[in-house]
């Protein structure tokens, strides 16, 4: 376990944004995790967990209470059976369950952050989540101050959202439990459109599963959207908006306001339709490298805000809340952030 005191936190996300912490722990092992939390809920100091810092804007005062800095590793394959450490890199270990042939979560390749937080999030991209392979996620319970192991269905998923989200105070992640498929080298069912026509399939087909990785890979860096220190369209936290869902009575007032436009439209659950942030935010007249400071969106895409070089937290929430308002007004629909907020609100 490693200590430091006023530490910076910028370096420790992928925005490069925030102020200090007034004490930054890093844990190695689980024991470390879990004495961690356990002191500072005994001591009544306010607590921060953190992974790869890729989904989180920090407020440019920093943090004034203990941060924890989970970096324990683990990568346990026992034929389809997947248990990663909440600190092991996501990227990596995805590589490596392709390596080995397994095929269930290839399509998030290239997504930054640690393991630890694809259950907190329902981590997903081009049609699969982790939520349609995770078994189990063990987690440190700060209210029955024990160790949990929680099956699938007592992680309530849902559309980038799970039980760890809904009371983000309680939980702190330890490990994750992961049911692969072996396909014989080939991958899941192609689901989402954009993939599929890169690929040259239709929908549901199974493709080489390698070849399906690769082209994840490359349609996510030509988005921005896999970490390159010297590329700024990267210094995000990925998606910013979360794609709105809306109920019959909102689609309907949406459509209204189209004014002869076709947008994006995808069923959900309970009669509901998602549509898309990015199509959202384009439409309402925010294009690719939209912004003047140095805080812009990304020149690859919308749906990503960056830091320049120079940005504090204020002006990319300045920048956030310009992009929110102009599609309130434009369409009626409201954008609901994706990354944790601290000491911060848009």
Known sequence: MHVEHDAPLAPLTTLRLGGPARRLVTATTDAEVVATVREADQAGEPLLVIGGGSNLVIGDAGFDGTVLRIATTGFELDGTTLELAAGEVWAEAVARTVGKGLAGIEFLAGIPGSAGATPVQNVGAYGQEVASTITEVVAYDREARETVTLTNAECAFSYRHSRFKGAPDRYVV?????????AAGQSSPVKYAEVARKLGVEAEQRVDLQTAYETVLGLRAGKGMVLDPADHDTWSAGSFFTNPILTAEQYEAFLARLDG???????????????????????????????????????????????????????LLALAREIRDGVKDAFGVELVNEPVTVGVQL
């Open 174 to 182: 330890l490990r994750v439990r992961f049911e692969l498929e072996d």
């Open 261 to 315: 436009r076709t947008a994006p439209a995808y069923p959900a659950p309970d009669g509901c339709t998602k549509t898309s942030a990015a199509w959202l935010i384009d439409q309402a007249g925010f294009g690719k490298g939209y912004g003047s400071g140095p805080a812009t969106l990304s020149t690859k895409h919308t749906l990503a805000l960056t830091n320049r070089g120079g940005a504090t937290t204020a002006d």
